[in-house]
């Protein structure tokens, strides 16, 4: 429906556009506390303080490097793989620029959910320098090169080098591989390089169980997430007002609605999924693997929502669901990885899985090229987020050491590395209930909730 105006649709139309860029972009902000939550839940009573205070460094720091350099990395690497000028001086002008400060501080929520993504997997006792260190580079370099390679116009994007080739652009509508799998990925490497915690594996290299102190704190994350989620989604949906031909103005119901929906049932696809295969496999159905299944789900749309069809967003949440328990088992059980929050299965696996099959669930229907562009992107991504996350840990564990010391680790990285503890009336010198593997979380449902205390990131 389009409404005549006396006044400059154009500007009225920019006003509210930009007004709903705000307030999705908080929302999106929200999604740090619900990180924050979900991560402390899945640790031990003495390092919870160590996970609170990597989520704010992740904010704290990555906001300000983003600014200082990482946006502006972005658009140089777009355009550097792709045809055409570069000019340097333009790909900082968003600093000076009062216009561009919305689209940057949209641009930074996103950047900061790569970064703090990272922590989850490796909680309990990688040295909080070295992280602080490796967030800095994760949101100055390796996550803006990401960016330029597919929303910077760069390399995947329709005017890209490889786009160009295959005649289409990769479609990653908000972030599946460009924030999540970039961030599951890094965070799979950090937790290999790191080394596993003390104890996970027993002399013949079976895993052991660690469980988390909190399901409760847990599974509120996950529903701050999820909340917060549909800033992501629906959010990047920009556009809620636009310019019609006769020059009133329409909303973009239709578009709002299918994100929105896609969305919704992603989500409760893959909890669903999760809770059967968590019955399946454990006997009854786990709270903590459905939280991962229903976080998983909308990683595996998050790229999707408004390429696909309803029930092709469906699909693709379920699959995403139930590929959590596989995924998270091959982590642990045959590479080894000591992934504490499954960061890897949750945004790695649902994130490159639900991006790649886009083609698949179309509204338009299958596309052939589209189908290698999103393979090829999906690896390209991969690719680029493994070996940048292994030089720089390789870096950093050479200069200030990646792991923290044995004793450090035995005592809790709250008093070790921080100097308090958050639970003072449980945890005393370093000692806890929890400290010898106890907890209030059940760990006879199964490993998955045995192994790290459930959902992950």
Not at 15 to 22: A, D
Not at 155 to 184: Q, R
Request: one cysteine or more.
């Amino acid at each position: 429906m389009s409404i005549p105006l006396q006044a400059d649709p154009s500007t009225i139309a920019a006003g509210v556009n930009n007004v709903w860029m705000l307030v999705v972009t908080f929302l999106i902000f929200f999604m740090q506390p619900g990180f924050a939550l979900l991560e402390a839940g899945q640790v031990r009573a003495k390092n919870v303080g160590n996970v609170l205070m990597k989520n704010m460094t992740d904010w704290i720091l990555g906001t300000l490097i983003y600014f200082v350099v990482g946006a502006a990395i972005a658009t140089i690497v777009g355009g550097l793989t792709s045809p055409g000028p570069v000019s340097i001086s333009a790909a900082f002008a968003y600093v000076n620029d009062p216009t561009a400060w919305i689209s940057w501080l949209f641009g930074a929520v996103f950047a900061m959910t790569a970064a703090t993504i990272v922590s989850g997997a490796v909680a309990e006792r990688m040295e909080f320098n070295a992280y602080v260190l490796f967030t800095v580079l994760m949101t100055a370099i390796i996550y803006p090169v990401v960016v330029g390679f597919t929303w910077g116009g760069g390399l995947l994007s329709s005017g890209g080098y490889l786009g160009n080739v295959l005649g289409a652009g990769y479609l990653d509508f908000a972030g599946a591989t460009v924030v999540h799998m970039c961030g599951g990925v890094a965070g799979l490497v950090a937790a290999k390089m790191v080394g596993a915690r003390k104890g996970r594996y027993d002399a013949n290299g079976e895993s052991q169980p660690i469980p988390g102190h909190s399901m409760l704190l847990a599974v509120l994350g996950t529903f701050i997430l999820a909340f917060g989620w549909y800033g992501f989604n629906v959010g990047t949906q920009a556009t809620i007002l636009s310019v019609a031909d006769d020059g009133g103005l329409t909303f973009m119901g239709a578009a709002l609605g299918r994100v929105a929906l896609v969305t919704t049932l992603g989500m409760g696809a893959g909890g669903a999924m999760a809770m059967l295969m968590s019955a399946r496999y454990q006997g009854k159905p786990d709270p903590l693997w459905t939280a991962n299944g229903l976080l998983a789900g909308l990683v595996a749309v998050t790229g999707a929502v408004p390429h696909v069809t309803w029930w092709g967003g469906a699909l693709l949440g379920g699959l995403g669901g139930f590929l959590v328990l596989p995924a998270f088992r091959f982590t642990v059980d045959t590479l080894k990885v000591d992934d504490v929050c499954g960061v890897f299965a949750v945004h790695g696996v649902a994130g490159a899985v639900g991006t790649a099959l886009i083609p698949v669930f179309a509204v338009g229907g299958f596309s052939a090229s589209q189908f290698a562009l999103q393979i090829l992107g999906v690896l390209i991504i991969a690719a680029w987020t493994v070996t940048a996350s292994g030089i720089v840990l390789y870096v950093l564990d050479l200069t200030v050491g990646l792991r923290v010391g044995e004793t450090e680790e035995a005592e809790g990285l709250d008093l070790g590395e921080h100097g308090v503890s958050v639970y003072p009336e449980f945890v005393a010198d370093g000692e806890s209930p929890m400290a010898d593997g106890g907890s209030s979380v059940r760990t006879d449902g199964g490993e998955f909730v045995a192994s790290d205390g459930g959902e992950r990131e």
